[in-house]
């Protein structure tokens, strides 16, 4: 079983940035493929990132160019860096590790931005 944390959530005006931390509990941390979901209210969880065991990254087209994902396998920690965030990417946050069969989901973080 891997544990994954999230932190790194709160409260942000539109504009503004914040770098979410996902902490896993996992020793082979390397191999899997790491991702960020979101799950706005009433709405299903979609897709954000994602970073594989090889550092290859992929961003949901809707933020790529505000959001970067990126991965330290030496702290087992995946982040995604958000910036000029809008009323619309209020959301709970979710980290998502796989690897094969092998799926775990964090507990999530809120991300709110409003003034």
């Known amino acids: 079983q891997v544990q994954l944390v999230e932190s790194g959530g709160g409260l942000v005006q539109p504009g503004g940035s914040l770098r979410l931390s996902c902490a896993a509990s996992?020793?082979?941390?390397?191999?899997?493929?790491m991702g960020w979901y979101r799950q706005a209210p009433g709405k299903q969880r979609d897709f954000v990132a994602r970073?594989?065991?090889?550092?290859?990254?992929n961003v949901v087209d809707s933020v790529k160019d505000r959001f970067t994902i990126s991965r330290d396998n030496a702290k087992n920690t995946v982040y995604l860096q958000m910036n000029s965030l809008t009323p619309e990417d209020t959301a709970v946050y979710y980290c998502?590790?796989?690897?094969?069969?092998?799926?775990?989901w964090g507990q999530g973080t809120q991300v709110t931005v409003s003034s």
């Open positions: 998502r590790a796989d690897w094969g069969v092998r799926i775990f």
């Open positions: 996992e020793s082979m941390f390397s191999v899997y493929t």
């Open positions: 970073t594989t065991s090889s550092g290859r990254t």
